[in-house]
T-cell receptor
Framework: DTAVSQTPKYLVTQMGNDKSIKCEQN?????MYWYKQDSKKFLKIMFS???????INETVPNRFSPKSPDKAHLNLHINSLELGDSAVYFC???????????FGEGSRLTVL | DAKTTQPPSMDCAEGRAANLPCNHSTISGNEYVYWYRQIHSQGPQYIIHGLKNNETNEMASLIITEDRKSSTLILPHATLRDTAVYYCIVFLSGGSNYKLTFGKGTLLTVNP
């Protein structure tokens, strides 16, 4: 029973394409996140949603558009992919005000 | 603006205790210390957190100095599977818009 699941796990695509990564959590949490981990292994927050409402947007290019159809899902759509978008994208969720996040296994995006 | 300082890497012999230090000299009174780890190619995993008192759970112990300016994560009997990057994070519990910011962490290598 995977708590936070992401699909796809691997994604290889050409520059200029549009792609989506999906995330689902079955923990009943209110808040979900997208983090990006680049080749230097820095883990940076991108977005956060609380009960389907966007609450954190960390100066991410507007080619990235998160969507939360319900509080159990947070999807990430990326338009006009660039080489620099190559990274591992992690979805996470948490309940309440504490700092215990549950992360998915990541989606490795490679842009050629 | 890094709130924590950790050594970039450490080694530990299998079966011995691993003591991972973290400096957080600018921590404020209501900020917690959280520890996560990231095993290669996996999502970050929550380990433990504390405010003032020492804490212990099935994974690790957390020792926080009395002035709260530093802490140590202790893995009492390290195994090869504990090889990972360990992140020490200072976090203010509260609103849903509060974000968990990861630094560079410490790469712990457990040797046979």
């Amino acid at each position: 029973d995977t708590a936070v699941s992401q699909t796809p796990k691997y994604l290889v695509t050409q520059m200029g394409n549009d792609k989506s990564i999906k995330c689902e959590q079955n923990l009943g949490h209110d808040t979900m996140y997208w983090y990006k981990q680049d080749s230097k292994k820095f883990l940076k927050i991108m977005f956060s949603y609380n009960n389907k409402e966007l609450i954190i947007n960390e100066t991410v290019p507007n080619r990235f558009s998160p969507k939360s159809p319900d509080k159990a899902h947070l999807n990430l759509h990326i338009n006009s992919l660039e080489l620099g978008d190559s990274a591992v994208y992690f979805c996470a969720s948490r309940q309440g005000a504490g700092g215990e996040l549950f992360f998915g296994e990541g989606s490795r995006l490679t842009v050629l | 603006d890094a709130k924590t300082t950790q050594p970039p890497s450490m080694d530990c012999a299998e079966g011995r205790a691993a003591n991972l230090p973290c400096n957080h000299s600018t921590i404020s009174g209501n900020e917690y210390v959280y520890w996560y780890r990231q095993i290669h190619s996996q999502g970050p995993q929550y380990i433990i957190h504390g405010l003032k008192n020492n804490e212990t759970n099935e994974m690790a112990s957390l020792i926080i100095t009395e002035d709260r300016k530093s802490s140590t994560l202790i893995l009492p009997h390290a195994t090869l599977r504990d090889t990972a990057v360990y992140y020490c994070i200072v976090f203010l519990s509260g609103g849903s818009n509060y974000k968990l910011t990861f630094g560079k962490g410490t790469l712990l290598t457990v040797n046979p």
